[in-house]
């Protein structure tokens, strides 16, 4: 059994061959389909070539919204003030539990080798 991401993933694989193998016979030999040439060939390019053109400026406007749309960083001087900040503070530390004398002490049970 195959996951979602999987089955997505083997759709859009055949769809790319199937479009692909598409282009090349319709630009190796337009005239299979009963087409002019020079026409068929000069339109399959320019829609490619559109294509890819607008693909270029949707990954362009989309690297600018996110530019525009991510807060700015700490500047780097707040950055260090707060790092010598922390270590200037001093760590308190809890005392050790004391052990009561009535409670007798743990003793190591560690079975040991005989030599």
């Known amino acids: 059994m195959v996951s979602k991401d999987q089955g997505i993933g083997g759709a859009i694989l055949a769809v790319c061959v199937i479009v ?11 005239g299979l389909f009963g087409w002019d040439a020079t026409t ?8 490619l070539v559109s294509i890819a053109f607008i693909a270029i400026l949707m990954i362009g406007a989309w690297i600018g919204w ?19 900040e922390k270590k200037e503070e001093p760590k308190v ?15 190591d049970k ?5 030599k």
Not at 93 to 107: I, Y
């Open 110 to 114: 560690t079975p040991k080798k005989k």
């Open 66 to 84: 996110t530019m525009a749309t991510t807060p700015p960083p700490k500047p780097i001087e707040e950055i260090t003030t707060e790092i010598e």
């Open 40 to 47: 068929v060939r000069l339109d399959a390019v320019l829609i």
């Open 93 to 107: 530390e809890e005392p050790a539990p004391a052990q009561s004398a009535e409670a007798p002490a743990t003793e």
């Open 20 to 30: 692909a193998v598409g282009y090349v016979i319709l630009v190796a030999d337009p």
